[in-house]
Protein backbone atom coordinates (compact mmCIF):
# COMPACT_ATOMS: atom_id res chain seq x y z
CA UNK A 1 0.00 0.00 0.00
CA UNK A 2 1.42 3.24 -0.85
CA UNK A 3 0.58 6.01 1.61
CA UNK A 4 2.08 9.40 1.36
CA UNK A 5 1.75 9.87 5.01
CA UNK A 6 1.13 7.80 7.50
CA UNK A 7 -0.05 10.08 10.33
CA UNK A 8 -2.89 11.44 7.71
CA UNK A 9 -4.39 7.63 6.64
CA UNK A 10 -6.69 5.26 8.77
CA UNK A 11 -7.86 2.23 6.91
CA UNK A 12 -10.13 -0.64 7.95
CA UNK A 13 -9.64 -4.32 7.94
CA UNK A 14 -9.18 -6.35 4.91
CA UNK A 15 -8.53 -3.24 2.23
CA UNK A 16 -6.02 -3.67 -0.17
CA UNK A 17 -4.41 -0.56 -1.96
CA UNK A 18 -2.46 -0.41 -5.18
CA UNK A 19 1.18 0.15 -4.75
CA UNK A 20 0.62 3.03 -7.21
CA UNK A 21 -2.29 4.40 -5.31
CA UNK A 22 -1.90 7.25 -3.44
CA UNK A 23 -3.96 7.77 0.05
CA UNK A 24 -3.45 10.43 2.15
CA UNK A 25 -2.21 13.09 -0.54
CA UNK A 26 -1.96 16.42 1.08
CA UNK A 27 -4.16 19.16 0.14
CA UNK A 28 -7.22 18.44 1.25
CA UNK A 29 -9.44 21.56 2.98
CA UNK A 30 -9.19 20.52 6.39
CA UNK A 31 -6.28 18.98 8.69
CA UNK A 32 -8.36 15.59 8.83
CA UNK A 33 -7.10 12.44 7.90
CA UNK A 34 -8.48 10.02 5.00
CA UNK A 35 -10.81 7.23 6.75
CA UNK A 36 -11.94 4.24 4.69
CA UNK A 37 -13.39 1.55 5.82
CA UNK A 38 -13.29 -2.02 5.74
CA UNK A 39 -12.93 -4.16 2.31
CA UNK A 40 -11.70 -1.42 0.22
CA UNK A 41 -10.08 -2.20 -3.10
CA UNK A 42 -8.17 0.93 -4.45
CA UNK A 43 -6.64 0.18 -7.97
CA UNK A 44 -3.09 1.46 -9.24
CA UNK A 45 -3.01 5.37 -9.90
CA UNK A 46 -5.43 6.50 -7.82
CA UNK A 47 -5.18 9.22 -5.46
CA UNK A 48 -7.41 10.26 -2.51
CA UNK A 49 -7.08 13.08 -0.78
CA UNK A 50 -6.24 14.19 2.59
CA UNK A 51 -9.82 15.08 4.65
CA UNK A 52 -11.92 12.83 2.68
CA UNK A 53 -14.53 9.91 4.78
CA UNK A 54 -15.03 6.48 3.32
CA UNK A 55 -17.44 4.20 4.52
CA UNK A 56 -16.86 0.44 4.05
CA UNK A 57 -16.86 -1.66 0.97
CA UNK A 58 -15.34 1.14 -0.94
CA UNK A 59 -13.75 0.23 -4.28
CA UNK A 60 -12.03 2.39 -7.06
CA UNK A 61 -11.36 1.41 -10.71
CA UNK A 62 -7.92 2.63 -11.86
CA UNK A 63 -6.55 6.08 -12.02
CA UNK A 64 -9.79 7.24 -9.55
CA UNK A 65 -9.47 10.78 -7.76
CA UNK A 66 -10.87 11.81 -4.57
CA UNK A 67 -10.09 15.18 -3.43
CA UNK A 68 -10.82 16.42 -0.33
CA UNK A 69 -13.76 17.05 1.72
CA UNK A 70 -15.67 14.56 0.17
CA UNK A 71 -17.66 12.00 2.28
CA UNK A 72 -18.66 8.51 0.70
CA UNK A 73 -21.20 5.90 2.42
CA UNK A 74 -20.51 2.08 1.99
CA UNK A 75 -20.31 0.12 -0.93
CA UNK A 76 -19.48 2.88 -3.63
CA UNK A 77 -17.63 2.44 -6.91
CA UNK A 78 -15.79 5.16 -8.48
CA UNK A 79 -14.69 4.08 -11.74
CA UNK A 80 -11.59 4.48 -13.97
CA UNK A 81 -10.83 8.31 -14.52
CA UNK A 82 -13.76 9.17 -12.22
CA UNK A 83 -13.14 12.51 -10.45
CA UNK A 84 -14.91 13.44 -7.30
CA UNK A 85 -13.47 17.14 -7.09
CA UNK A 86 -13.81 17.78 -3.19
CA UNK A 87 -16.41 18.57 -1.32
CA UNK A 88 -18.87 15.58 -3.16
CA UNK A 89 -21.25 14.00 -0.85
CA UNK A 90 -22.36 10.29 -1.80
CA UNK A 91 -24.66 8.11 -0.31
CA UNK A 92 -24.35 4.26 0.15
CA UNK A 93 -24.87 2.26 -3.19
CA UNK A 94 -23.69 4.69 -5.59
CA UNK A 95 -21.85 3.78 -9.09
CA UNK A 96 -19.64 6.36 -10.61
CA UNK A 97 -18.78 4.74 -14.07
CA UNK A 98 -15.50 5.15 -15.64
CA UNK A 99 -15.28 8.95 -16.33
CA UNK A 100 -18.04 10.64 -14.34
CA UNK A 101 -17.01 14.01 -13.27
CA UNK A 102 -18.66 15.24 -10.04
CA UNK A 103 -17.99 18.97 -9.06
CA UNK A 104 -17.74 20.76 -5.64
CA UNK A 105 -21.12 21.34 -3.55
CA UNK A 106 -22.72 17.62 -5.59
CA UNK A 107 -24.67 15.83 -3.29
CA UNK A 108 -26.01 12.22 -4.24
CA UNK A 109 -28.39 10.38 -2.53
CA UNK A 110 -28.09 6.20 -1.93
CA UNK A 111 -28.53 3.87 -4.80
CA UNK A 112 -27.82 5.98 -7.39
CA UNK A 113 -25.76 4.96 -11.13
CA UNK A 114 -23.99 7.68 -12.63
CA UNK A 115 -23.00 6.20 -16.52
CA UNK A 116 -19.87 6.59 -18.24
CA UNK A 117 -18.75 10.26 -18.61
CA UNK A 118 -21.53 11.82 -17.05
CA UNK A 119 -20.90 15.02 -16.05
CA UNK A 120 -22.18 17.38 -13.43
CA UNK A 121 -21.84 21.06 -13.03
CA UNK A 122 -21.40 23.62 -10.42
CA UNK A 123 -20.52 27.20 -12.25
CA UNK A 124 -23.63 29.15 -13.53
CA UNK A 125 -21.15 31.62 -15.57
CA UNK A 126 -17.88 29.90 -16.35
CA UNK A 127 -15.37 32.37 -16.61
CA UNK A 128 -17.36 35.18 -18.14
CA UNK A 129 -18.05 36.40 -14.61
CA UNK A 130 -17.35 35.48 -10.57
CA UNK A 131 -20.38 33.58 -9.47
CA UNK A 132 -21.57 31.40 -6.41
CA UNK A 133 -20.72 27.32 -7.07
CA UNK A 134 -23.99 26.01 -7.29
CA UNK A 135 -24.31 22.36 -6.67
CA UNK A 136 -26.56 19.77 -8.04
CA UNK A 137 -28.47 17.04 -5.64
CA UNK A 138 -29.48 14.01 -7.55
CA UNK A 139 -32.01 12.32 -5.08
CA UNK A 140 -31.98 8.19 -3.95
CA UNK A 141 -32.73 5.89 -6.86
CA UNK A 142 -32.00 8.14 -9.99
CA UNK A 143 -30.10 6.47 -12.72
CA UNK A 144 -28.33 8.87 -14.82
CA UNK A 145 -26.73 7.87 -18.28
CA UNK A 146 -24.08 8.03 -20.43
CA UNK A 147 -22.69 11.24 -21.32
CA UNK A 148 -25.49 12.98 -19.94
CA UNK A 149 -24.95 16.52 -18.38
CA UNK A 150 -26.62 18.26 -15.71
CA UNK A 151 -26.20 21.88 -14.81
CA UNK A 152 -25.90 23.87 -11.77
CA UNK A 153 -28.41 23.80 -9.00
CA UNK A 154 -30.63 21.15 -10.76
CA UNK A 155 -32.50 19.07 -8.34
CA UNK A 156 -33.01 15.40 -9.83
CA UNK A 157 -36.16 14.03 -7.64
CA UNK A 158 -36.05 10.24 -6.41
CA UNK A 159 -36.21 7.55 -8.52
CA UNK A 160 -35.98 9.61 -11.77
CA UNK A 161 -34.35 8.59 -14.90
CA UNK A 162 -31.60 10.44 -16.75
CA UNK A 163 -31.64 9.01 -20.85
CA UNK A 164 -27.76 9.00 -22.36
CA UNK A 165 -26.79 12.14 -23.34
CA UNK A 166 -29.34 14.54 -21.86
CA UNK A 167 -28.48 17.96 -21.05
CA UNK A 168 -30.60 18.46 -17.71
CA UNK A 169 -31.14 22.39 -17.51
CA UNK A 170 -33.98 22.27 -14.97
CA UNK A 171 -35.35 20.34 -11.86
CA UNK A 172 -36.08 16.78 -12.32
CA UNK A 173 -39.78 15.85 -10.45
CA UNK A 174 -39.15 12.64 -8.83
CA UNK A 175 -40.28 9.33 -10.99
CA UNK A 176 -39.99 10.90 -14.42
CA UNK A 177 -37.73 10.25 -17.63
CA UNK A 178 -35.88 13.05 -18.76
CA UNK A 179 -34.13 12.67 -22.23
CA UNK A 180 -33.16 15.44 -24.98
CA UNK A 181 -31.36 18.56 -25.51
CA UNK A 182 -32.58 20.67 -23.56
CA UNK A 183 -34.50 17.83 -21.74
CA UNK A 184 -37.91 17.15 -21.30
CA UNK A 185 -39.66 14.77 -19.12
CA UNK A 186 -42.29 12.11 -19.39
CA UNK A 187 -43.91 9.98 -17.66
CA UNK A 188 -41.56 6.95 -16.20
CA UNK A 189 -42.01 3.71 -18.15
CA UNK A 190 -43.17 1.05 -16.18
CA UNK A 191 -40.01 -1.12 -17.33
CA UNK A 192 -38.13 1.80 -15.56
CA UNK A 193 -40.20 2.27 -12.37
CA UNK A 194 -38.83 1.00 -9.12
CA UNK A 195 -35.69 1.63 -7.31
CA UNK A 196 -31.75 1.05 -8.14
CA UNK A 197 -30.46 -2.70 -7.68
CA UNK A 198 -27.14 -1.54 -7.05
Request: charged share 20%.
Given at each position: ?????????????????AETA??????????????????????????????????????????????????????????????????????????????????????????VFLG?????????????????????????????????????????????????????????????LAMG??????????????????
Amino acid sequence: MSEHDLPTVRTGDDCEIAETAVVGEPGGPGDAPTRIGDGATVRGGTVVYTDVEIGDGFSTGHHALVRGGTTVGDDVLVGSHAVLDGDVALGSRVSCQTGVYLPPETVVGDDVFLGPHAVVTNDPYPVRETSELVGATLESDVSVGANATILPGVTVGEGSFVAAGAVVTEDVPPGTLAMGNPVRHEPLPDELDGGNEL
